[in-house]
């Protein structure tokens, strides 16, 4: 069954769940946003009884806004309690804490960052929500020296998107300051079958343009990516499902591996794969596997299959965040058509109300390996050259 809510749809999933005829739950959000297509929809109080009927049972959301939904509707159920260990950051780096015996963490009060005695940390360390979403308040801080800028940043930060998720999705009264962790970044969308056997559906290689960049402007994937990952990835995912028992679960994963091979985790978001509809449609215009089908069906990927037709290819994500410096007030448009021209081969645009969300728009692209240089290229841009301003 699927959980619409807010922010974000695409259309590439709301014809999925009609071509397929896929359950989804008849909330006032989901109607709203989808409008009565001809859908399998399925009334709330329907769905509450099938979910306490059937506790196995599979439910996928694309939101975390539809965190609250469930703890509204079917607080009894194991999703909220499942939601919980992975959207607390704190929570989760205490239940795997064994497992990194020498990983440093800590928990703080938003109130308390101004007047919190550094001279106990050792830097550098990653300051950021404990439940968050999107790089929202999310810091890297080098030394001490840095700490009172980095504040006052967050505070303007925080007062500029507090409006656009529920406290659910980011909450910023509890933060938590943890030890950078080193080495590439990479993005996991899986689930865990009826067994609690993780099958990975997607790795996706999160791409910065410097040590202090904390954005989310680029995650890519390819046949190297994934064939070089999986068995290492799939060893990870057994260690976290040995602390928490899942069964028929989705979950977008965001771990480190450094040189000599070991994941450190990030964070596990639950009931969903990549946020505003990402990676999970990404997959499908690189892959050609629907992400939302193989976990609603308990389908696998055939890597050997999907990788024969598909060699020297690395296929992105490319989320145009304002970085420009020019406030969205200022700007008359953002020339798209100039973007295109730059990459060579556009798989999908999707824009994004600037005024409202700190972002232009989330854009899939297929690369020739040997032409990363497009890449390289919007992962350092301000994108000041595709602004118009007033």
């Known amino acids: 069954m699927i959980l619409i809510d807010k922010p974000y749809v695409s259309d590439f999933l709301i014809n999925i769940i009609k071509e397929k005829q896929l359950p989804i739950i008849a909330t006032k959000t989901a109607k709203e946003m989808i409008g009565e297509q001809n859908l399998k929809w399925i009334s709330e109080e329907d769905a509450k009884v099938h979910f306490q009927q059937n506790p196995d049972a599979k439910i996928y959301t694309n939101s975390e806004n539809a965190i609250q939904w469930l703890e509204d509707h079917l607080p009894e159920t194991r999703f909220p309690k499942q939601a919980e260990i992975f959207k607390n950051k704190v929570k989760f780096r205490e239940l795997i804490a064994d497992q990194y015996p020498d990983y440093f963490f800590r928990s703080v009060k938003y109130s308390a960052l101004k007047n919190l005695d550094i001279n106990q940390i050792k830097f550098p360390i ?114 976290v499902n040995s602390k928490t028992h899942l069964k028929n679960f989705p979950a977008h994963v965001e771990i480190r591996i450094d040189d000599n091979g ?65 406030h969205s007030s200022e700007i008359e448009y953002f020339d798209f058509d100039k973007l295109l021209q730059d990459f060579e081969k556009p798989l999908d645009l999707r824009k994004v109300d600037y005024n409202v969300q700190p972002f232009f728009a989330i854009m899939f692209v297929e690369t020739t390996m040997g032409n990363e240089a497009e890449l390289d290229e919007i992962l350092t841009s301000n994108l000041q050259k595709y602004i118009v301003k007033k």
């Not at 998720?165 to 030890?179: A, C």
């Not at 590439?184 to 790795?203: M, Q, R, S, T, W």
């Open 126 to 239: 990653v300051l950021k929500p404990s439940v968050g979403f999107f790089s929202i308040g999310v810091s890297r801080i080098d030394n001490a020296s840095e700490w009172s800028e980095t504040i006052s940043k967050l505070d303007s930060e925080i007062e500029k998107t507090k409006h656009l998720y529920p406290e659910k999705v980011v909450n910023v009264s509890d933060f938590i300051i943890e030890q950078v962790i080193e080495g590439n970044e990479f993005a996991v969308d899986c689930y865990f079958d009826e067994k609690g056997e993780p099958v990975i559906l997607n790795i996706l290689h999160h791409v910065f343009s410097s040590g202090k960049d904390v954005s989310d402007r680029i995650y890519s994937t390819s046949k190297q990516i994934i064939e070089s990952n999986h068995d290492n990835v799939m060893n990870f995912l057994k260690m």
């Open 262 to 326: 070991k994941i450190n985790p990030i964070e596990i978001n639950p009931l969903r794969f990549g946020g505003w509809c990402t990676t999970a449609d990404l997959t499908w215009y690189s892959y050609g596997i629907n992400s939302y089908e193989y976990f609603l069906k308990g389908l696998k990927p055939d890597w050997e299959k999907v990788f024969s037709t598909r060699q020297n290819k690395i296929y992105s994500i490319v989320i145009l965040d304002n970085n420009s410096g020019i």
